[in-house]
């Protein structure tokens, strides 16, 4: 499967712990999302990369969340001192400069307890 | 700032229905706007998109969609829908330069046989 893939599927956390996920994009996209959905909404954006440079950071971005991009390859997003506001669905897309819209991963699925 | 906006949050249907699924989006520039759907347990994919062009746009799986640039509409058409269309369906619109995908809240779609 060449599309996007997301590790884990889903994680279940205590609070306060910290977790952190993976991203693999498309391999020719140089663009990559992180979004993260809630029950009953669409997904929301968090920040994105053009190749290892982090060009936009949403302010649902606290300062417990940081991601990065090493390589331009794939990402890793990190949630520190975990809350249980923190429980969603983590969403990964990667697009290329074309502007053909973004394709996304399966999710990572965060339960805070 | 853009916005997108889902007027149906739940539209239950029987099969061979036709089906109309409302987006409005705030955007003053140029965009982009797109279908994303998500089927039970899976990732979202790209339904449809429109760049330019003919403002009628047509999809996978028989669907289309209308851009209406003075209504600031892209709504979603099937004219006859399957129990397989059941799934949840978001409409976007992203920023010309970043590819960031401003998503609605999405509609839940339930076709009965």
């Given at each position: 499967d060449t599309g996007v893939s997301q590790d884990p599927r889903h994680k279940i956390t205590k609070r306060g712990?910290?977790?952190?996920?993976?991203?693999?994009?498309?391999?020719?996209?140089n663009r990559l999302?992180?979004?993260?959905q809630t029950l009953g909404q669409g997904?929301?954006?968090?920040?994105?990369f053009q190749n290892e440079a982090q060009l936009e950071k949403s302010?649902?971005?606290?300062?417990?969340?940081?991601?990065?991009?090493?390589?331009?390859?794939?990402?890793?997003?990190?949630?520190?001192?975990?809350?249980?506001?923190?429980?969603?669905?983590?969403?990964?897309?990667?697009?290329?400069?074309?502007?053909?819209?973004?394709?996304?991963?399966?999710?990572?699925?965060?339960?805070?307890? | 700032a853009q916005s997108v906006s889902q007027h149906n949050h739940h539209v239950i249907l029987s099969e061979?229905?036709?089906?109309?699924?409302g987006c409005n989006y705030s955007y003053g520039g140029t965009v982009n706007l797109f279908w994303y759907v998500q089927y039970p347990g899976q990732h979202l994919q790209l339904l449809l998109k429109y760049f330019s062009g003919d403002p009628l746009v047509k999809g996978?799986?028989?669907?289309?969609?209308?851009?209406?640039?003075?209504?600031?509409?892209?709504?979603?058409?099937?004219?006859?829908?399957?129990?397989?269309?059941?799934?949840?369906?978001?409409?976007?619109?992203?920023?010309?330069?970043?590819d960031k995908l401003i998503f609605g809240t999405g509609t839940r779609l339930q076709v009965f046989p």
């Open positions: 712990q910290n977790v952190t996920f993976r991203c693999d994009p498309i391999s020719e996209h999302y992180w979004y993260r997904p929301e954006f968090l920040t994105y302010r649902l971005l606290s300062d417990r969340f940081s991601a990065e991009r090493p390589k331009g390859s794939f990402s890793t997003l990190e949630i520190q001192r975990t809350e249980q506001g923190d429980s969603a669905m983590y969403l990964c897309a990667s697009s290329d400069f074309g502007g053909g819209g973004a394709f996304f991963g399966q999710g990572t699925r965060l339960t805070v307890v | 061979a229905a036709s089906l109309e699924l996978i799986k028989g669907f289309e969609a209308e851009f209406i640039k003075s209504k600031f509409s892209f709504n979603l058409r099937k004219p006859s829908v399957q129990w397989s269309d059941t799934a949840e369906y978001f409409c976007a619109v992203n920023d010309y330069n970043t």
